[in-house]
């Protein structure tokens, strides 16, 4: 950092308390000469932190992976992913915390560190190690969510990482007047890859602990951000907010969003209140070290502008798939390659694909990664991503992608959420049933709904029973908890 010219670039915090590429450098290389030889990895529970960038850093240096693991589990979750870690990386863990998450790990017995106050009681003159060079080695571990099973350890290497970087980001490419605001949490791919890009190139990190609209729309007004990445349920709260009063920030070039799909109305709101910003839908997922599909700021403000359903039809794609990264879309019967326009499965390849878990890789002879999302890529080369294949719903025999009927009932202005589920049945194998949560002061009956599905799409995907509930579940990244409502309107039905 100090050798490329970021030196004495503004690098993390806020203004007037930032971070230049000197000081990151230097706070590194002491978590480093902390961790080296002493630690077999170091694990972060806790909200996003301006130490952040360090701990990782300082890892790489030390030669050990970096685990950033869901403060939100529950306590007994927590105490089996840091053991697994302990176990898989010998010798134990160095565990840092936030200073809530801190106190309910030491009342279970565990041995963790107050983040800031670790950092700032480290010694300067303790010498660092070596830099551990080594593509090879694993650069940062990400525990998958375990919505449907139990967690499985993604495991990034350094070499997916740079790829990843070096097929994105311009090295130093950002001006000095640029900064991101970073509001996703630690252990998601997101936000090591905001991390990494950011201070790649050059832009100034501002960390949001927790993610509340108002609090962002302040923020990102205050700290003159440029740039920044949210999740679709972040975006509807900052429209609703913009809507009702908080500042929009006028410096804002790029919004970026990803994570799950987003709903069209709150997008073109979103357009429509952010006139000046870039938006970009940045689709990856954690075993591709990020972003592999980008549809870009032009795409959005001419599909949102034409009158052509087709053009106005890719404001709901993930774009186009980035020059690094190979896209093939196969049959779910026999694996063959599908033509342009017909839908399968994403497969993908490329040298930021890591397609690894503790277990073993998941890459076939060829290289290829099997995403498990059902995908179709148009003739014009842009991608829409229908779901998760174990999503799919099979009525009578017949294969239905609930995403397909979500978009339709999404599309009725009384809707703010939805989810379509199959529960199971006698006589079809499974049913149609749709949760859904109105907007505020909107009301639709049942009838209504289904005349809207049946009008657009056949009988055979028009949900049988709708179910109102105040809110659906999602992780806390904005995926929405499909197994959880499965299961509650199977056991209610």
């Known amino acids: 950092m100090v050798e490329s010219g970021l030196g004495d670039r503004a690098l993390v915090g ?7 590429g000197q000081q990151l450098a230097n706070a590194a290389r002491r978590v480093a000469a902390a961790v080296a030889e002493n630690f077999g990895a170091v694990i972060y529970v ?69 983040l800031d106050s670790w950092i700032a009681d480290l010694d300067p003159a303790a010498p660092a190690p070596e830099p551990a060079w080594d593509d090879e080695q694993v650069a940062i571990v990400l525990y998958t969510s375990g919505t449907t099973a139990a967690p499985k350890a993604a495991l990034l290497r350094h070499r997916h990482l740079m790829a990843y970087l070096f097929g994105t980001v311009e090295f130093a490419g950002a001006g000095d007047d640029e900064a991101t605001l970073v509001t996703v949490p630690p252990y998601h791919i997101a936000g090591m890859a905001n991390l990494l890009s950011n201070v790649f190139a050059g832009r100034r990190v501002v960390y949001l602990d927790h993610f509340d609209a108002d609090v962002w729309a302040t923020t990102a007004t205050a700290e003159a951000v ?46 429509d209140l ?92 060829d290289g290829w990664f099997c995403t498990r999302d059902r995908a179709m890529i148009d003739a014009d080369g842009y991608l829409y991503i229908e779901g998760r294949a174990d999503d799919t719903i099979i009525r009578g025999g017949e294969n239905i992608a609930p995403a397909e009927i979500e978009d339709v009932i999404m599309a009725h202005p009384a809707i703010d959420q939805v989810c ?13 049933v749709a949760a859904v949560v109105f907007r505020d002061g909107e009301q639709a009956s ?48």
């Open 420 to 432: 379509v589920v199959g529960v199971p049945d006698e006589e079809w194998g499974q049913r149609l």
């Open 14 to 20: 806020r203004r007037g308390h930032t971070q230049d």
């Open 274 to 365: 952010l006139p000046t910003t870039g938006f970009v839908n940045a689709y990856g997922l954690t075993e591709t070290s990020s972003t592999v599909a980008v549809l870009g700021p032009e795409d959005h403000r001419t599909a949102v502008a034409s009158d052509d359903p087709a053009i106005r039809r890719r404001l709901t794609s993930a774009g186009q798939i980035v020059p690094s990264v190979e896209a093939e879309v196969r049959s779910e019967v026999d694996d063959t390659v599908l033509p342009a326009g017909s839908t399968g499965i994403l497969y993908l390849r490329g040298e930021q694909i890591a397609g690894e878990y503790k277990t073993g890789s998941v890459l076939d002879s």
């Open 446 to 493: 049942a009838d209504e709904l289904a005349e809207h599905v049946r009008h657009r799409l056949r009988g055979s995907k028009t949900p049988e029973r709708f179910v109102v509930r105040d809110s659906l579940p999602h992780t806390p990244t904005g995926k929405m908890l499909r197994r959880v409502v499965q299961d509650e309107l199977s056991t209610t039905d």
């Open 226 to 271: 440029s740039h920044a990445m949210v999740v679709p349920t972040m975006l509807a709260r900052i429209v609703d907010a913009i809507d009702h009063g908080s500042p929009a920030p006028v410096n804002l070039r790029s919004l970026s969003y990803g994570g799950s799909k987003v709903s069209v109305k709150v997008l073109e709101r979103a357009l």
């Open 46 to 114: 806790g909200e996003n932190s301006s130490d952040l960038p360090a701990v990782l850093f300082g890892a790489a240096w030390a030669g050990v992976p970096f685990v950033p693991i869901n403060y939100r589990l529950e306590d007994h979750q927590l105490v089996e992913l840091i053991e697994r870690t302990g176990e898989e990386w010998p010798p134990a863990p160095l565990v840092l915390a936030d200073e809530h998450t801190a106190a309910r790990l030491i009342a279970m017995n565990v041995r963790v560190q107050v």
